[in-house]
């Protein structure tokens, strides 16, 4: 499991939807026909003899969970990787990688189903993306690079004048990301536009911005999603939804060499409500695409208004934790937030004014600035 913590988009998914998929994963592995474009429908989960019916029972179970978003050396380097010394020769050696690819096998790299006409993307963006992923350093801090960032989580940092970008490691990680939108290509038939998952992003409580860092920032606000609504969408509507928030995020150039940061306002939802949000399928799909294909590293995930069971899970969950991902968790207690966002994102004018309690002053974040 620490695989799956370390992986680079989500620590909020890591922290919060692992309990989610802990929940879930092992009836999902037994249902054969329940695919992430059917309905299930819900009964009792167990995991072996176990009934997930209690924080404890769930957090055993998870211990025990196989790695499913395990992508292998995804992310490490190889015996054998062809490196590039600059950008330009990457995104060539990349291009020659994927010519090989579709020479030899059965590999589609038209991107035929990446929605880049909707954020005025061409497929050269896709590639620069993993190629910025396998270049920077999600853990090392290097201030003397003058990219130094006093926020809470920092940045990423680019390599060294002496080091060389790994392309092999790119085109590992651009053949997960191909690979899970081939198997979710019956959902993206229809163009994937801001006006075509309009609706179902208006049920979520989605909001976008770059902090004093110029940090990507997701918030996300469970308080203000409507959750009746939400469990009615079909599993193909979510599914678009979210593909087209990972591409605005990930095709992001800020989030791509500063980094992600993620702040949750839990709003201090109910257990069984959490973790019956999302489909099972749809939930462990679009959760393995957000954490462990996507080109994105997080910096930071920030909590708040934690329910008291998600307080429990994370303090057992933490037994797992290294120090350098506990760093990378920021807990917000209450009647904090205003002091820590400081901290957290550089203050007010980096926050929407309608996200949470909090104090903030962005009247149209990105995704109004530019689709509404």
């Not at 329940?34 to 072996?48: F, L, Q, R």
């Not at 590639?127 to 920077?136: D, E, H, K, T």
């Amino acid at each position: 499991m620490p695989r799956l913590l370390c992986s680079s988009l989500l620590f909020f998914l890591a922290v919060t939807s692992c309990y989610r998929n802990s929940f879930v994963a092992a009836k999902a592995a037994k249902d054969d026909t329940c695919d992430a474009t059917s309905t299930c429908e819900p009964h009792e989960i167990h995991v072996g003899d176990e009934n997930m019916s209690s924080t404890w029972e769930f957090m055993n179970s998870f211990s025990k969970l196989g790695t499913s978003w395990n992508h292998g050396a995804d992310g490490k380097d190889m015996k054998g990787d062809e490196y590039a010394a600059e950008m330009d020769e990457a995104l060539k050696m990349l291009k020659v990688m994927l010519k090989e690819s579709a020479a030899t096998s059965n590999e589609d790299w038209s991107f035929s189903t990446s929605p880049l006409d909707s954020f005025g993307k061409t497929v050269d963006d896709i590639l620069l993306a993993f190629i910025r992923w396998s270049m920077v350093d999600n853990y090392h801090d290097n201030p003397d690079d003058g990219n130094s960032c006093a926020l809470i989580g920092g940045i990423n940092h680019p390599l060294s004048e002496t080091e060389k970008i790994n392309v092999s490691k790119a085109f590992r990680r651009l053949t997960s990301y191909q690979h899970w939108m081939q198997s979710v290509s019956s959902d993206l038939r229809e163009p994937l536009t801001y006006k075509s998952i309009k609706s179902t992003l208006s049920i979520f409580s989605l909001q976008v911005s770059h902090d004093e860092c110029d940090r990507l920032v997701w918030f996300v606000n469970l308080g203000k999603t409507e959750l009746t609504n939400l469990k009615s969408l079909s599993p193909q509507e979510t599914t678009r939804m979210f593909v087209w928030i990972a591409h605005l995020l990930f095709l992001d150039e800020k989030a791509q060499t500063k980094g992600l940061v993620v702040v949750d306002d839990m709003a201090d939802i109910g257990f069984w409500d959490y973790m019956t949000m999302l489909p099972i399928q749809v939930g462990i799909s679009v959760d393995r695409f957000l954490i462990s294909v996507t080109p994105l590293k997080a910096k930071n995930v920030v909590l708040m208004h934690r329910p008291k069971w998600a307080e429990i899970g994370y303090s057992l969950l933490s037994w797992f934790l290294t120090k350098k991902m506990k760093n990378r968790v920021t807990m917000v207690e209450k009647g904090q937030e205003n002091e820590m966002m400081k901290k957290v994102l550089g203050g007010a004018k980096y926050i929407p004014a309608d996200f949470s309690d909090v104090e903030g002053f962005i009247r149209k974040d990105i995704i109004a600035q530019r689709y509404v």
